[in-house]
């Protein structure tokens, strides 16, 4: 009666990881540098859906402070392709629609330009624009001040102008007072304010606003407005957007544009959304590169440990066995990549974020994501170089040299 053969001992889970544990602590440096290109791509993708994620927030908080409800009128061409003008009373007719809360406007001064003094040449107009302002013009908008004050009733009547904030950076102005003028149209005016950025207006950003009374009395501003700024009930926007053309010009409607800035902020928004993808897939073909390094090293790994492998066969040890060795040395190497990876493109996310005054968004199913798309990619890294190894047969591993 022969005897039956042992049977051969069962590897727990904690076995198998003890088992594949030993190629990265016999060989920690090649491990750290197959992981790495895995951390890399990983990172990349994590770090590009936070920043991505974390920009979409700001942006959604900037519309949420600012509001939807701000629409724009401004004059089109006219039907022999010369530049239209709004009417003198463009602002006042747009005030009577119903369900508009504030109506504001600037006109362009035209002809006028800033100096910051008069030994500047002419020529050296930094691109600033000289408008004229109404006093509503700030609570309308939303605008806030980094310095100074706004136009009043009084300031508005003499030489006082408030900058856009790129126009004081130009301009070399960092506080408005009494003692810092600047030359408007070849006159002397105070700067009385500095604006904040307008996400909304940003063409008040590089502007210098006066009065409306100063700029007809001194820089021979003609009265019509260039853009009409409303603010409407959220509710009724896209109403008061259908009738806006022809409530500002009734003899013209077709030679008024009537916008909506926060659409804007949306196509950048979509704009944004299209790059992040272009960038998913650049952090994707990374990962790829990364699970050929890992696949690569196993195959190495498993030529190197050829006698190894012949002794586990030879003390008893299977074929599913050597193969769950390698399978779990390969997700092991992989998971420390992602593990770290979603690490890294986690502090660079939040170290950007930082950096832009932007609130910290790191999605859940982008970490998760990343470490899931590493055990998959070592598990395919892996098969090969683990049913390979479980092939050898006992005498042609340990007959190697």
């Keep these: ?52 994620s974390s920009s979409q927030a700001e942006l959604d908080r900037q519309l949420d402070a600012l509001g939807t409800n701000l629409l724009t009128v401004t004059p089109g061409q006219t039907f022999g392709g010369d530049e239209a003008t709004l009417p003198d009373a463009a602002e006042s007719m747009v005030a009577r629609i119903g369900p508009v809360d504030s109506v504001s406007a600037v006109g362009e001064v035209k002809g006028a330009n800033v100096y910051r003094t008069d030994r500047i040449p002419e020529a050296e107009t930094s691109g600033i624009t000289v408008l004229a302002a109404r006093t509503g013009l700030r609570s309308a908008i939303g605008i806030e001040l980094s310095s100074g004050t706004w136009l009043n009733a009084a300031t508005s009547r003499y030489p006082a102008v408030v900058l856009g904030a790129k126009t004081a950076d130009r301009l070399g102005i960092s506080r408005a007072g009494a003692d810092t003028a600047v030359l408007v149209g070849g006159e002397w005016f105070t700067v009385v304010g500095i604006l904040e950025r307008a996400p909304l207006a940003p063409e008040l950003d590089t502007a210098a606003l006066i009065g409306w009374p100063v700029a007809e009395a001194l820089l021979d501003f003609d009265g019509h407005p260039t853009t009409v700024y409303t603010r409407s009930d959220p509710a009724k926007v896209e109403q008061v957007q259908s009738v806006l ?35 998913l897939g650049l952090g994707a073909v990374a990962l790829l590169v990364g699970g050929v390094g890992v696949a690569n090293t196993m195959v190495i790994s498993v030529l190197e440990r050829r006698a190894e492998i012949g002794l586990r066969r030879s003390l008893g040890a299977t074929r599913r066995q050597v193969r769950l060795q390698f399978l779990a040395e390969s997700l092991l190497l992989s998971t420390l990549g992602g593990v770290g990876g979603a690490v ?48 050898l047969s006992p005498t042609e591993a340990l007959a190697a040299p």
């Design 245 to 279: 053309g022809a409530t500002a010009n009734p003899e013209q409607p077709n030679e008024v544009e009537v916008s909506r800035p926060s659409d804007a902020l949306a196509a950048q928004k979509a704009a944004g959304q299209a790059f992040t993808g272009l960038l």
């Design 344 to 391: 890294l493109g986690a502090l660079v996310t939040a170290g950007y974020a930082t950096y832009q005054d932007w609130p910290t968004i790191i999605p859940g199913w982008a970490v998760g994501g990343g470490v899931l798309a590493t055990l998959g990619i070592g598990s395919l890294a892996g098969l090969y170089p683990a049913i390979r190894a479980s092939r």
């Design 1 to 52: 009666m022969s005897a039956a053969l042992p049977t051969p001992a069962r590897m727990w889970p904690r076995d198998v990881l003890k088992v594949g544990a030993v190629g990265l602590r016999t060989r920690p440096m090649r491990a750290f540098l197959s992981s790495l290109g895995i951390a890399i791509g990983i990172a990349a993708m994590v770090s590009v859906v936070g920043i991505s």
